[in-house]
């Protein structure tokens, strides 16, 4: 049988730390670890369920004697922190209300959402239930998180694809995800797609590398504008006497109409003065 794991809880302890960081007697344990799952439902759904979508990743908590400190790792810092830090204020009092403790509340900004495996399932998600194509969809964000700089992505969906009656999984893959290497830096979430025929589960791998290698951004190549052309001199002088030319042509196509205008009147004059 195949001893399949999260790749997150495999290497938690051992490359990647805790996503909450505190100690509590046995009487404590239960009451905290119910408190973390409340705090970090409640971001999940004032953040990533209602628009305007804040795009929360990771909610990391830290509890110390006097305080919970709540760290908000997000795509879209401005909506979470709102005009003037508007918005997080309001979130500390309604955490605090929830938990009943002092709450300090930061956000880091994730600089490539593409290299987020918990974005880029929600946003696969958010493409399923608004009917595009899952094979398209899968495809362009495993193209995505390539150009921005990953080794290896693997995108599973499974259930009713295109709203077929028999459920089926469907399979995207690009590079090379090592699973069973501890030093490798493997991203790994799960996200459901709610749609009008059921439920679709996605699942997002994606390899970065090894541990304390920084990835390398592609470097985006601008495009230089053409330069203007610039025309010769003998090209210059035949254009400024070509257009002195046509001005006097239609000089002298203009002049004989007036010549023939104030002749027809001398002739209207005679013709009057002879009948007169």
């Not at 905290?32 to 804040?54: A, C, S």
């Not at 400024?240 to 196509?253: E, F, I, L, P, W």
Request: net charge positive.
């Amino acid at each position: 049988m195949g001893q399949k794991t999260s790749p997150i809880g495999f290497r938690t302890g051992v490359t990647i730390g805790w996503q909450s960081t505190w100690f509590a007697p046995k009487a404590n344990y239960g009451e905290f670890l119910v408190e973390d799952q409340r705090i970090r439902q409640y971001v999940d759904r004032k953040y990533n369920r209602t628009m305007p979508k804040g795009a929360v990743a990771k909610t990391q908590i830290i509890r110390t004697r006097n305080e919970v400190k709540v760290t908000l790792h997000s795509a879209r810092p401005g909506v979470v922190i709102g005009p003037r830090g508007g918005e997080i204020d309001k979130l500390r009092e309604e955490l605090e209300d929830i938990t009943g403790r002092t709450i300090s509340v930061n956000v880091i900004e994730i600089k490539e959402p593409d290299l987020n495996a918990t974005l880029v399932g929600e946003a696969i998600a958010e493409q399923l239930s608004k009917r595009a194509s899952f094979r398209r969809t899968m495809k362009q964000f495993c193209e995505a998180a390539m150009n921005a700089g990953a080794k290896g992505v693997k995108i599973i969906c499974s259930g009713r694809l295109a709203g077929s009656e028999m459920a089926r999984k469907e399979t995207q893959k690009l590079g090379s995800i090592p699973l069973h290497t501890l030093d490798a830096n493997v991203d790994y979430a799960t996200a459901t797609s709610r749609t009008t025929y059921g439920a679709i589960g996605i699942k997002v791998w994606i390899y970065k590398g090894k541990f304390g290698e920084e990835i390398e951004q592609p470097q985006r190549r601008f495009k230089r504008r053409p330069p203007k052309r610039v025309v010769p001199d003998n090209k210059a002088k035949r254009a400024t006497s070509r257009k002195k030319d046509d001005v006097k042509s239609d000089g002298q196509a203009n002049s004989p109409r007036v010549s023939e205008t104030s002749n027809s009147d001398a002739t209207q004059e005679n013709v009057d003065n002879t009948e007169s």
